[in-house]
């Protein structure tokens, strides 16, 4: 969420300095013992700074870049900016100096480039030129760009440049955890927008123990930040020079498990540079199915006799169907190309035979502009005397997050970083019900029993709560009670257990609609437009609900209209 006036003004004028300094507080409290030494320099520094300072360093810690010109810098709320820069220039949080070109030439207007060239007073310069123009005659004049220090004196320009972007980068690796939020998370919380679960932040309970584990949770960091950099950016790997800076084995999972994550993308690199022994070789340093499918796939083609060999472990670990598919499909290839395995048998490993074929409805829809084929196939059962929900993926998810809350919440060490997360860190990793094994065998147990109360209680007492489950927006308290109340206890448990298997698999791929009958029988309804088809995970949702509900897959065609 960007910041606006219109937002900002409903907060104080120093908003964002308090969610800095709360922000600082709770990282320090819990990690400040094992900071590496410049950002514990750093840190006291700017604790000896006036609040105006304060509030100018926040500000451009908030915006992009590193480099700031003087006089571009406005704020009300901490009025000279000058004055405020001098406490940070003097702890050198801050220092003046003129920045690579290319980015000083973003910054500087044609006019003043202009004047630039007017005080050198060169008759080869003119007549003025477009900025594009000037930029190439920058480039390839290395004399005018030595000119360029003593111009912006005369000019009065001044250039400040950050000096502490690491504790930035410290502070939110260790508050946030992660890539995706930053400091416009507290805006969005501060205006009401957000509320979250609450659940404790101990020092006995945080992810880092050491400041060397510190140190290589920032390189893992920056590693993934450069790597991303590079691969969108398409520019030359060279896979020596990534895996030379890969840190060694870790025994923080945590650490350990990014770790692997580079490892499997290096492995998939050295794959399309046809480097398989060393994409095998980085796989087999991996844990996890997707490290052994790639091993799987690679061996397929260098030595099949292995790959029957990994097959088999990997099927073990098959978790969920679209798993258990893919083995089946690297066997019958195997099958075919080598007679490696008896025929069939790896689908009788998971019973798979024919792909489900669900049962299918045909309409034939006008279309409405900038309306979803979904909605339109949501009202048309509504006018037919249905009770119709376009719920896609918000029932079955919500249903599992009402049931399990206080679980997904429970105070497991080294899952929550600070008061802003959907979900817990491991919520997604294969540990995430061993570690809560206890207290999900006690829910079921309540569940079985008929005793629904758990779901009818969260529902109340957590209402508006962000969880990563539950969408409040679509399920709201019509759809719920129609769920709670039309659901049987042996299809929640069923569900349930299917989504504790493979949580991050099961969340997606469910059916569109949600339709009741007039006799109140729930109908599941997936939509397909022109030129759509059923997927394989939608597929087999629509098996696994067919066994307790009508499960049907919806065509939708167009009316043509004259």
């Known amino acids: 969420m960007a910041e606006t006036p219109a937002t900002t003004a409903l907060l104080p004028a120093d908003y964002y300095l308090q969610n800095f300094e709360q922000m600082l507080t709770s990282v320090a409290e819990r ?33 992009k870049g590193e480099w700031f010109r003087l006089d571009k810098l406005h704020y009300s709320e901490i009025g000279d900016i000058a004055d405020a820069a001098q406490p940070l220039l003097h702890t050198e949080l801050l220092q003046q100096t003129l920045p690579p070109l290319e980015i ?50 005369q000019q009065g320009l001044v250039w400040l440049q950050l000096n502490c972007q690491p504790l930035l980068d410290l502070l939110l690796l260790l508050y946030f955890g992660n890539r995706y939020q930053d400091l416009s998370q507290f805006v ?23 400041s060397i584990e510190l140190q290589t949770a920032l390189s893992l960091a920056a590693l993934a930040a450069n790597w991303e950099q590079t691969t969108q950016q398409k520019e030359p790997i060279v896979l020596a020079d990534w895996l030379a800076q890969l840190p060694a084995p870790q025994d923080n999972p945590l650490l350990e498990r990014r770790r692997q994550k580079l490892l499997l993308q290096l492995g998939r690199e050295a794959e399309r540079q046809q480097q398989l022994a060393l994409a095998m070789s980085l796989y087999q340093q991996c844990h996890g199915w997707d490290a052994a499918e790639r091993l799987c796939r690679c061996l397929e083609k260098v030595n099949p006799p292995q790959a029957l060999a990994v097959l088999t472990s990997l099927a073990q670990q098959a978790q969920n169907e679209t798993q258990q598919q893919t083995v089946v499909r690297i066997g019958n290839r195997l099958n075919r190309r080598f007679t490696v395995a008896e025929p069939g048998a790896l689908q009788a490993l998971f019973d798979i035979t024919k792909p489900y074929k669900p049962d299918e409805i045909h309409l034939e829809l006008a279309q409405v502009p900038e309306m979803r084929v979904e909605r339109l196939t949501a009202d048309y059962f509504a006018a037919q005397g249905y009770d119709a929900w376009f719920s896609e993926n ?39 019900v ?39 927006q679509v399920f709201t308290e019509p759809l719920f009670k129609r769920c709670i109340t039309t659901f049987s206890t042996e299809f929640l448990l069923a569900l349930f257990q299917r989504i504790l298997r493979d949580p991050q ?7 569109d609609l949600l ?48």
């Open 515 to 562: 339709l009741f009958t007039t006799d109140g029988q729930p109908q599941f309804v997936e939509v397909k437009g022109p030129g759509d088809k059923l997927d394989d995970h939608q597929s087999y949702w629509l098996h696994f609900l067919s066994e307790f509900y009508a499960a049907k897959v919806c065509y939708v065609s167009w009316k043509h209209t004259k």
């Open 434 to 472: 061993a570690r809560r094994q206890t207290l999900i065998t006690q829910r079921m147990a309540q569940l079985a029993s008929g005793d629904k109360h758990i779901l009818q209680q969260h529902f109340v007492c957590k209402q508006g709560l962000v969880n990563d489950w539950v969408n409040w």
């Open 394 to 432: 918000s029932v079955l998810c919500g249903l599992f997050g009402l049931a399990f809350w206080d679980i997904i919440f429970a105070p497991v060490a080294g899952v929550f970083d600070n008061p802003y997360q959907r979900a817990p860190r491991d919520m997604y990793q294969p540990d995430f």
């Open 104 to 153: 000083w030439f973003s910054a500087v207007t044609l006019a003043e480039l202009k004047t630039l060239l007017h005080d050198i007073n060169d008759p080869q310069l003119s007549p003025w030129r477009s900025k594009q123009q000037l930029w190439q005659l920058l480039q390839a004049t290395p004399e005018l760009q030595t000119q360029l220090p003593q111009w912006q004196q």
């Open 188 to 210: 969005l919380s501060d205006l009401g927008l957000q509320r979250f679960e609450s659940y404790p932040l101990t020092r006995e309970g945080r992810t880092y123990q050491s």
């Open 31 to 63: 990690y400040l013992d094992i900071f590496p030494a410049d950002q514990q320099r750093a840190l006291q520094c700017y604790r000896s700074l006036p609040d105006k300072s304060k509030m100018l360093l926040v500000r451009l810690l908030s915006r």
């Open 505 to 511: 698999h099961y969340r997606s791929g469910h059916p």
